[in-house]
């Protein structure tokens, strides 16, 4: 039950706030979103399943303010979905900076390509349909920072994948680690549930790492390789 203030006024227990308000304080106190990256969003809720899977605002910010810190030269993004995290990974790139973004659904690509060919960033990004497990390898490359956000199912093997071609002091970015709090309930024990457990727990675990779990929407993990 809530209690008065001196006031006389109802307040929120200590430690409870309305969701809702605090969400609306935090977009209301960090920079904007651009008009092209709200417009996909709006397109991403109106004309796909699961919009909510994209990043959006606060996460989009905090994507974009890593790499400015980070200076990556080379970022693997695994899971494209409707580009916005890849978008706002692109817009905080250097200018020699450069997005390879794995997507393993083809019929993805039809939305998606678009909104990166007509953005500002267009020529920072290249696209690929496949599973990333395959793609990447393929590529030859050696990335700075990765964002990791496909299978759930998969995240081991990602993980073990992506440190195979991350520079020694590259980052990883694991997206809903928390799995929208459902790694703590005894009775969750679908497929994808326990694949964030696993892997959660193999990071956890991992001596060439060193490694963050942030609160943030559903989880963010940052991860920094610090040896071979």
């Known amino acids: 039950m809530n209690e008065k203030n001196e006031q006389g006024h109802h ?18 106190h960090i920079d904007k979103e651009s008009d092209y990256l709200h417009r ?21 910010r905090l994507l974009k303010m890593l790499v400015g810190m980070i200076r990556p030269k080379l970022v693997l993004e695994i899971g494209t979905y409707s580009g916005y995290s890849g978008l706002c990974i692109a817009e905080g790139l250097p200018e020699d900076g450069h ?8 019929e993805q690509e039809d939305f998606t390509l678009p909104w990166f060919q ?15 497990l395959e793609v990447v390898p ?20 990602y993980y073990e994948m992506v440190m195979a071609h991350l520079n020694e002091g590259g980052y990883i970015l694991a997206d809903n680690t928390l799995w929208d709090g459902h790694v703590v309930e005894e009775q969750a024990h679908d497929a994808q549930t ?17 490694k963050v779990i942030l609160p943030l929407r559903d989880g963010l993990t940052i991860i920094r390789k610090v040896k071979n």
């Open 11 to 28: 307040s929120l227990p200590i430690g409870r706030v309305r969701e809702g308000s605090l969400d609306d304080y935090i977009l209301a």
């Open 40 to 60: 996909l969003w709006r397109a991403t809720q109106l004309h796909l399943l699961y919009g909510r899977m994209a990043s959006g605002h606060l996460q989009g």
């Open 99 to 106: 997005l390879h973004t794995v997507e393993i659904n083809d």
């Open 118 to 132: 007509n953005s500002p960033w267009t020529d920072k990004i290249t696209m690929h349909i496949g599973d990333a």
């Open 138 to 157: 393929r590529l030859g490359l050696r990335f700075d920072m990765a964002f990791v956000d496909g299978d759930k199912r998969k995240y081991v093997e």
């Open 194 to 210: 326990e694949g964030i457990r696993v892997f959660n727990d193999h990071v956890a675990a991992d001596e060439r790492v060193e």
